[in-house]
């Protein structure tokens, strides 16, 4: 199945935006897939407000997230892959919902088992 996740983000997001509130992303910034100001990251984290006036382009996907926003006045293509997301919120009153970071490793395919074994072959007559 694929994962809840960005279906939940998306979901909050509109929730948030329908309650004329401010949604704000709580990232990890030490994922390697994210593109992030760094000098706005504090304790490897970073928030992000994503209301519609202060960004533009967003794109919620499946897995990542995408938008164009300024930065002490420069321009910023910023890219966090849903695994990063540990929080989904509204600014004025903290309603929202947190992630579990351990949740993303339910996300990953298991691992592929290699052969213990060689493969035997023989010709049958």
Known sequence: MTSLKPYLIRSIYEWIIDNSLTP??????ENAGAILPT????????????????IQGLSL????????ARF?????????????????YAKENGKGMIFDPEDNEDDEPPPVKKPTSKPNLRIVK
């Open 24 to 29: 704000h992303l709580l990232v990890d910034a």
């Open 39 to 54: 000098e706005f990251i504090e304790d490897g984290k970073i928030i992000l407000n994503i209301r519609p006036e202060a």
């Open 61 to 68: 996907g499946n897995e990542e997230i995408e938008f164009n």
């Open 72 to 88: 002490s006045g420069k321009p910023m293509h910023i890219v966090t892959p849903v695994t990063a997301v540990l929080a989904i």
